[in-house]
């Protein structure tokens, strides 16, 4: 049976499936083992219009961002969503991720409103199909103190994921958690939360860069991780510290069905190269 890209537009928690029954992707290599997406804050363009940015580099989808820390996020907005919407019908590109980067000055440890935003945008994120949320621990909200894990803001973490953890699993919601921990540390804080809603958005750049054997974590955290970002600091992906042969046989090995996302640096300046470049590269990477 056919299955019209509308009825998908529609449906939450099915991008990869997506991607598996309708694989007339955008970019021009049919040979693409996984769906591609950019973040909007990498592509420099947030809002609607990042996924006709997205459409003319040829990817499949936009890593849209929740919003600044404000009382109401931005991605509650009822209007937005909307936009977003007739956008994703007007141009093919899906919404395959919701980032919280505002967590990074606003921790999801601390701040009061935080467990109130993720319960909204648990709401936004099953209204546009987007089946995973990003929430970030960088900056402010890093999980980790001179080399030294926080251990009274990781229990807090555990203690506010429980409520948001069980109304993202009933809603067919990922809750990927992004940070500087390692694959243990970060498995102890899925064991405690104990709910397989709540997963790893594993970055391969992040995690090189802050001294992490990727390929071996990958291969630790398994089915754990529920997407991954792709970066190499301003480098282009093959060209910088990220050893990509070995992250490439890692991922196969685990059985990876999801996105991947790229948030690459543009060495060029110039939006729509930069990331053909590297969106052929990864499709050159997993060449089926």
């Known amino acids: 049976m056919k299955v019209s890209r509308r009825h998908f537009l529609k449906s939450a928690g099915i991008v990869s499936t997506l991607w598996l029954l309708d694989h007339k992707s955008a970019l021009p290599q049919s040979e693409c083992k996984f769906p591609l997406g950019a973040c909007d804050w990498s592509l420099w363009t947030e809002g609607p219009t990042a996924l006709e940015l997205a459409k003319s580099i040829g990817l499949n989808g936009v890593e849209i961002s929740a919003g600044k820390p404000t009382d109401k996020l931005a991605i509650s907005d009822t209007v937005l ?8 019908r007007e141009t093919g590109v899906l919404i395959p991720s919701i980032a919280m980067a505002l ?8 701040d009061p409103r935080a467990v109130g935003w993720l319960m909204d945008t648990i709401d936004s994120a099953k209204d546009l199909g987007s089946n995973v949320i990003l ?3 960088f900056g402010k909200g890093d999980l980790r103190d001179k080399g030294k894990i926080k251990q009274d803001e990781v229990s807090e973490v555990v203690s506010r994921l429980k409520e948001p953890s069980a109304k993202a699993k009933e809603k067919g919601i990922i809750l990927g958690l992004e940070n500087t921990l390692s694959a243990d540390e970060n498995l ?20 090189t860069y802050n001294g992490y054997d990727v390929p071996a974590e990958i291969r630790k955290l398994r089915d754990k991780i529920c997407q991954f970002h792709f970066k190499d600091g301003a480098f282009y992906l093959g060209k910088g510290k990220v050893k ?27 939006k729509v190269k930069d990331f053909k470049v590297n969106a052929d590269y990864v499709c050159n990477l997993f060449k089926v």
């Open 81 to 88: 969503i909307q936009q977003y919407k007739e956008k994703m």
């Open 244 to 270: 990509m042969e070995p992250v490439k046989e890692a991922i196969l090995e685990i059985g990876y069905k999801g996105w991947i996302i790229l948030e690459t640096g543009l060495p060029t300046m110039n």
């Open 103 to 110: 967590l990074n000055d606003a921790p999801f440890a601390t």
């Open 135 to 137: 929430l970030a621990f």
């Open 188 to 207: 102890d804080i899925l064991n405690r939360i104990d709910n397989d809603a709540c997963r790893i958005y594993y970055d391969i750049g992040n995690s």
